[in-house]
């Protein structure tokens, strides 16, 4: 996810054959019912899945077809920056990031769906800006840029957010003033969490079982900003972001420890501002436009080498998420359809 109020407009789904890619990967594009900026997009199944658009009133908006229609805009969130959404097609929790109150989190026990009176209601943490619902609908992991300071922090809710315990606080040395991210497996056992510091560095912090420690890598201390991790599972996980006028992946091996930078597909002049994995080697990176195009690059061998596919927009993507192998979702700037 990009850094604030910077974000999207335009959805698209990826329906990929299982034997393949051609050039263009299937990628279609499909009305998203708004013309402002869309911060995040998650999906529950292949058919269930919502977003956030920044800098707008009531621009929550959900889909129960698979993005063939969306529903109204949902009342409550303003300026949205992230979203997760957790449960089964019968019962599921939505909780997101509402920018305009200073990072607050919102939550909806009916998805934030097909209502403009849904039910959200605002928890505290501090200025909160990643989200990752994991195990069942109520333990909720939220990073943070002032998490009892100006640093880094990652917060913990058991109980659907009426209460939050503070994980982790990040050192004074790699304060962080821009909105990461935070993902985590599904069993909440692992979770990496990335932010970018008022110095124009950015800082990573990793937790197994619940016991948090900041990387000390040196190279990724010195990265401009950090936008946006996927952690497909307990070793693997994947940074973006963006150092001086060029994009950045970092990838871990370890559980985020330690970081290596990997190829950036030949790309510069932009930034990388979403990624998602599935597994350890297939995933997906979104970025701002260049050529006239939207970026979208795609790996199958853990980013060691990557393909550019065409989403069809010369609009900047900043949000991705990959369901499934078949079913891919982007979003990108100025509400394009």
């Known amino acids: ?13 990826c329906t990929v054959l299982l034997f393949g890619y051609s050039a263009k990967a299937g990628w279609n594009t499909q009305t998203s019912e708004t013309t402002n900026n869309i911060a995040a997009i998650d999906f529950l199944t292949d058919s269930i899945g919502g977003y956030l658009a920044s800098a707008a009133a009531d621009n929550a908006r959900f889909t129960s077809d698979g993005g063939e229609s969306w529903g109204s805009a949902v009342s409550g969130v303003n300026t949205g920056i992230n979203l997760s959404m957790y449960g089964t097609t ?12 200073s990072g607050k ?14 039910g959200w209601y605002t928890t505290v943490i501090g200025d909160a800006c990643g989200i990752k619902a994991v195990s069942d609908q109520s333990t909720v992991f939220a990073s943070s840029r002032h998490m009892g300071g100006t640093n880094l922090g990652v917060a913990k ?29 599904q069993s909440g056992a ?8 008022v110095c124009g560095a950015s800082t990573a ?60 597909h030949g790309k510069t002049g932009i930034g990388f501002n979403g990624v998602d994995f599935i597994d350890a080697n297939t995933g997906w990176v979104v970025g701002d436009a260049n050529g006239g195009a939207g970026t979208i690059i795609y790996t199958s061998d853990g980013g060691d080498s990557w393909t550019s596919q065409d989403g069809g927009t010369s609009n900047s993507l900043n949000s991705v998420n990959a369901y499934s192998a078949w ?8 509400g394009t359809i």
């Open 157 to 185: 809710t058991i109980d659907g957010g009426t209460n939050w315990t503070n994980e982790f606080e990040g050192t004074d040395s790699h304060a962080s003033s821009t909105c990461g991210s935070i993902d985590c497996l």
């Open 1 to 13: 996810m990009k850094k604030s109020f910077q974000i999207l407009g335009i959805i698209f789904a």
């Open 90 to 101: 019968s019962s599921y929790t939505t909780y997101a990031i509402d920018g305009s109150m």
């Open 205 to 264: 912090a990793y937790s197994v079982l619940g016991s948090w420690t900041e990387s000390t890598t040196t190279s990724i201390a010195n990265v401009d900003y950090l936008y946006d991790v996927s952690m497909p599972d307990a070793n693997t996980a994947y940074a973006v972001g963006k150092e001086g006028s060029d994009p950045v992946i970092y990838k871990s091996t370890d559980g985020g420890d330690n970081w290596t930078e990997i190829s950036t």
């Open 105 to 118: 989190i919102l939550k909806s026990t009916n998805g934030g769906a097909y209502s403009t009176t849904s």
């Open 327 to 334: 079913n891919v979702w982007a979003g990108g700037d100025s």
């Open 190 to 197: 692992n979770c990496v969490a990335v932010g970018s510091a």
